[in-house]
């Protein structure tokens, strides 16, 4: 390579740098059967017990030792890869029998597996307008990265109303062509701002202007509705979404995505979708471990309510302390640092002092100047961690200047 190329790969990351978010990925090893701790691989070569803080696996799912034995009975039944496409080879009797499970926990005719929640969103809405010809998609300015990826990939039409805006969104499918195609794509809960979508009534709009409506469930399957199927399930409103989307790598602790809908629409995607079409399966051994996982969180509300409680109380006590919490309606904490170089001084001490990990959360993930930490309890963070986890803040907060509410 030139030093030109050189030079240009360099300076590209130092603009990355220049701004606080160049990313520094921890090296951990989660410790089965003590969750949530973790060994922390440090690059000077020694090792440091940690907790973590800000793992996606909100239910302790990936180490729940049922999960592990279908797993691991897979692997010796089936072996490790799937061989093949879905079309060559790769449908096995565990895709199959995974995909039947997803249908039935969303009431939907049908569910496609994918090899991710980012591949399900990408793939699906970016085939829409092949389906849809003259498509006019409708979607949350805090959509998550994958479906702006699909939707640019659709390369239609497209009108991107404010966050949870029902008036925005009215506002746009009344300007639009009452005569082309239209689907609405959100999320139920937003995992940054920790926030939940109004869904009744985009469903209400979009019966209202013929549109379809597409739901990223990602942060909400296993963990909200009587089953786990997600806020529409809790909200009584499964059938009223057209594509409902999740993945199988949060709450149930493994890995891949898919989508759920009517028998036509699935059909279609199946048949169309690039990024469903030339890929592998997923390996048999993943698809047996989220079934599973499916069937133990569908029978197991106690753990649900914990998940809340747990989130509440951390919650309650970083509000009461002061600290600038934002949302209450979900089991995510994020709390607003406001700064990049801040927010990751905030973490890094966090972690080299006290042995909490919580990854700094910047642009672009999150919009510049909304710099947080996001902190995701589950079931397994007890009291005595939050002590810990509180008494370290109140140190990092102090120590980097950042802001507290005065509390009475
Ligand atoms: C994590 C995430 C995805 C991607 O899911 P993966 O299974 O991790 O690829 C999609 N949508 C949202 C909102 C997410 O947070």
């Known amino acids: 390579m030139s030093n030109k190329y050189r030079d240009q790969f360099i300076r590209a990351v130092d603009t990355v740098r220049d701004e606080g978010r160049y990313r520094i990925f921890r090296d951990v090893r ?26 996606n696996d909100y239910m302790g799912m990936g180490q729940s030792p049922c999960v592990i034995e279908a797993v691991k009975q897979a692997v010796d039944r089936a072996g490790t890869g799937s061989g093949g496409t879905r079309n060559i080879s790769g449908t096995t009797h565990y895709h199959v029998q995974l995909e039947q499970e997803l249908a039935e926990l969303h009431q939907k005719d049908k569910a496609l597996l994918m090899t991710s929640g980012y591949v399900a969103n990408e793939a699906t809405l970016g085939v829409m307008s092949k389906i849809l010809p003259g498509l006019h998609v409708f979607s949350d300015a805090m959509n998550h990265a994958s479906m702006i990826a699909g939707i640019s990939r659709a390369r239609c039409e497209k009108t991107i109303f404010k966050h949870n805006d029902l008036e925005d969104l009215e506002r746009a499918l009344k300007a639009a062509d009452p005569h082309v195609p239209k689907l609405i794509a959100f999320e139920s809960v937003y995992s940054m701002d920790a926030d939940i979508a109004p869904i009744k009534e985009i469903c209400d709009l979009a019966d209202k202007y013929n549109a379809l409506t597409y739901c990223d469930e990602v942060h909400a399957v296993g963990m909200y509705g009587p089953r786990g199927g997600g806020i529409a399930e809790r909200d009584g409103l499964m059938d009223r979404i057209d594509i409902i989307q999740g993945t199988l790598a949060k ?121 947080r930490l996001r902190f995701t309890p589950s079931p397994f963070h007890t009291d005595a961690m939050m002590d810990e986890l509180l008494l370290a803040l109140e140190h990092v907060w102090h120590t980097y200047g950042l802001k507290r509410r005065r509390v009475a």
């Open 30 to 55: 989660r410790r089965c059967g003590d969750f949530p701790k973790a060994t922390w691989f440090k690059d000077d070569g020694s090792e440091n017990e940690i907790t973590i803080w800000c793992s």
């Open 251 to 371: 709450a149930f602790g493994m890995i891949g995505g898919y989508i759920a809908a009517n028998t036509d629409i699935i059909d279609a995607v199946r048949s169309l979708a690039s990024g469903f079409i030339f890929t592998t399966s997923l390996p048999p051994s993943t698809a047996a471990g989220a079934l599973r996982s499916v069937k133990i969180l569908k029978i197991s509300p106690h753990l649900r309510t914990q998940h809340q409680e747990r989130a509440g109380a951390l919650r309650t006590r970083l509000t009461r302390a002061g600290y600038p919490v934002i949302g209450n309606e979900t089991h995510i904490v994020p709390l607003m640092v406001g700064d990049p170089i801040a927010c990751q001084g905030a973490s890094d001490t966090l972690l080299n002092d006290y042995g909490i990990y919580a990854q700094p959360i910047n642009f672009p993930t999150v919009p510049k100047g909304t710099e």
